[in-house]
Nanobody
Framework: QLQVVESGGGLVQPGGSLRLSCAAS????????MGWFRQAPGKEREGVSCISSDGGSTNYADSVKGRFTIARDNGKNTVYLQMNSLKPEDTAVYFC?????????????????WGQGTQVTVSS
C-alpha cells in the first residue's frame, strides 16, 4: 500500500511563500498521479492542483493559478507545491493524495491514498 506524508506547512504573512512537500513510500512501483487538496474552516474540500505521472500535465484551481506551482521528482518519490503570493484565503489544511498512473490529471476524480494534512495559515 502507498503512504503519502505532507510537510512544509506553517504560518506565513500575506504575500509570502511556502513550499509543501509530499513524500510517497511503500508501493512505489507505479508512478502515481498526485494531487493537492485543501479544506478551509467551514468550507468543503477543494482541489488545488494535480500532476500527471510523468509530470507533463498539470492543473490548477482558478483561485491559485499563477501563484502556485506543482512539481514532482520521481527519483525521490516526492511532489511539491510551491505557493507564492499567499493570501489569507489560502488558509486551510492541505492534503496530498495519489491515484492511478495516468498521462493526465484531474482534481475531479477519485484519489485512493491520502496524507494526514498540513496546516497553512496566512495571516499578519
Amino acid at each position: 500500500q502507498l503512504q503519502v506524508v505532507e510537510s512544509g506547512g506553517g504560518l506565513v504573512q500575506p504575500g509570502g511563500s511556502l513550499r509543501l512537500s509530499c513524500a510517497a513510500s511503500g508501493s512505489t512501483l507505479d508512478v502515481y498521479v498526485m494531487g493537492w487538496f485543501r479544506q478551509a474552516p467551514g468550507k468543503e474540500r477543494e482541489g488545488v492542483s494535480c500532476i500527471s505521472s510523468d509530470g507533463g500535465s498539470t492543473n490548477y484551481a482558478d483561485s491559485v493559478k499563477g501563484r502556485f506551482t506543482i512539481a514532482r521528482d520521481n527519483g525521490k518519490n516526492t511532489v511539491y507545491l510551491q505557493m507564492n503570493s499567499l493570501k489569507p484565503e489560502d488558509t486551510a489544511v492541505y492534503f496530498c493524495a495519489a491515484r492511478n498512473p495516468d498521462f493526465y490529471c484531474s482534481m475531479n476524480v477519485r484519489y485512493n491514498y491520502w496524507g494526514q494534512g498540513t496546516q497553512v495559515t496566512v495571516s499578519s
